[in-house]
Structure formats: C-alpha cells, structure tokens
C-alpha cells in the first residue's frame, strides 16, 4: 500500500516552454501533497504544500507564477514549471499523505521527474 | 542551528556488521519521526517511523527514540551492501499532515 507516481519519469523541454508533472496516490487519499526539488548531491528543497481543494502554500523564495500547483482531487496533484529556463533542470519529487490505512499521516514519495531544460 | 542535524558521512560499515545512523532535532514539541532512504538519482523511500520513546524493531531496522534528549538514532543490523544509500532524518512537528523537517542525510557505504 500507500503507492504514489509520478509522470513522466524525465522530460526535457525547450527554454521559455512549460512543463506538467502529474503526481498520484494509487491506493490511498492524499489529503496533503507536497513537491520538492532536489539538485545533485543537495539536499531535498521543499517547494511547496498543496491542500486538496485549496491554494498550494508556497516556500520562502519559490516562484508562484513560475511553479503552478494544482490539487484538483484527493489522488491527483499537478506541478507546472513555466516558462522554463535551464536553471530549473532538477530532479522533482513529490510526496503525499493521508490515512494510508493507519491513523498517523506517513508521508510518501513519488519516483522523481528529471527535468532537463535545453 | 539547523533544526534537524545528521553527520554527512560518509560512514563505511563492513558487510554483516551493525551500521548506527544518528539524527538530532531541535524543536521539543516534536511528534512524528522518520528514516528514509535514498539511493543515488533517486527519491527517498520512507523505512521506518517512530511516535514514541524507545526502540522499534522492524527485520534488520530498529529505530530509536530519545525525546528528553532530542535524539533519534536508526540501527541496521546485518548490513549488506544493498543497504548502501544516504539515510535521512525527518521530524513532524505533529503527527498530521505538516511538511516535514529533513537532516541533510548520512551517506552510507558497506563494505563487502
């Protein structure tokens, strides 16, 4: 149980166009998603919080016109990275909690989407 | 001071012997604590939670809880080289749905 994915698994894309991650819980409702950025041998970067039904809340210093978060359902979060430029490159990793079957809220993450902008 | 502290390693275990990952956070009310694993390119894989003081044992993991002192600690026993990753600390400062607060992460290696 408690199984989240994300798609695509890598994308690259062209600077100045954007970019849609999909992130899902399969087996379990997510009351809370969270997205994250990671860059090579750094540490996980939390970007943002999303609430189902609600505006996403935003870290200091992230971008909320640039990175558009969307939770539209209890299963089903969207990252929009727009207007893209190379220094986004990264590995973005979103992460979901709810009941998972158990009363604590346990958080998991999805795969990861490498993003590669040329 | 960092709120959640891990040495970064790297830390070199042999192969069956015991590997000890420490973790110390700064907030009190903490409630909720965490080990994931990450290996290298990518993302974390959640291996063991803990809510309350002492020791919880799952196979080869046992995660260890110290609240008076502000510490969590995770043991693996057996090691194998599989168990090769970067280990990171991550603490709830309740036990719903706030982000989590993560260590930078100790980079482990076994060492066949």
């Known amino acids: 149980g408690a199984v989240v994915s994300q798609h695509p698994s890598w994308v690259i894309c062209k600077s100045g166009t954007s970019v849609k991650i999909e992130c899902r819980s399969l087996d379990f409702q997510a009351t809370t998603m969270f997205w994250y950025r990671q860059f090579p041998k750094q540490s996980l970067m939390l970007m943002a919080t999303?609430?189902?039904?609600?505006?996403?809340?935003?870290e200091q210093g992230v971008e909320k016109d640039k990175f558009l978060i969307n939770h539209a359902s209890l299963t089903l979060s969207t990252l929009t990275v727009t207007s893209a430029h190379p220094e986004d490159s990264s590995f973005y990793i979103c992460?979901?909690?709810?009941?998972?079957?158990?009363?604590?809220?346990?958080?998991?993450f999805g795969p990861g989407t490498r993003l590669t902008v040329t | 001071q960092k709120e959640v502290e891990q040495n970064s390693g790297p830390l070199s275990v042999p192969e069956g012997a015991i590997a000890s990952l420490n973790c110390t956070y700064s907030?009190?009310?903490?409630?909720?604590f965490f080990w994931y694993r990450q290996y290298s390119g990518k993302s974390p894989e959640l291996i063991m939670s803990i809510y309350s003081n002492g020791d919880k044992e799952d196979g080869r993991f046992t995660a260890q809880l110290n609240k008076a002192s502000q510490y969590v600690s995770l043991l693996i026993r057996d090691s194998q080289p599989s168990d090769s990753a970067t280990y990171l600390c991550?603490?709830?400062?309740?036990?719903?749905?706030?982000?989590?607060?993560f260590g930078t992460g100790t980079r482990l290696t076994i060492i066949p």
């Open positions: 991550a603490v709830n400062v309740g036990f719903g749905n706030e982000k989590l607060t």
């Open positions: 992460s979901a909690t709810g009941l998972a079957g158990g009363p604590t809220y346990e958080q998991y």
């Open positions: 907030d009190r009310g903490s409630q909720s």
């Open positions: 999303s609430n189902e039904g609600s505006k996403a809340t935003y």
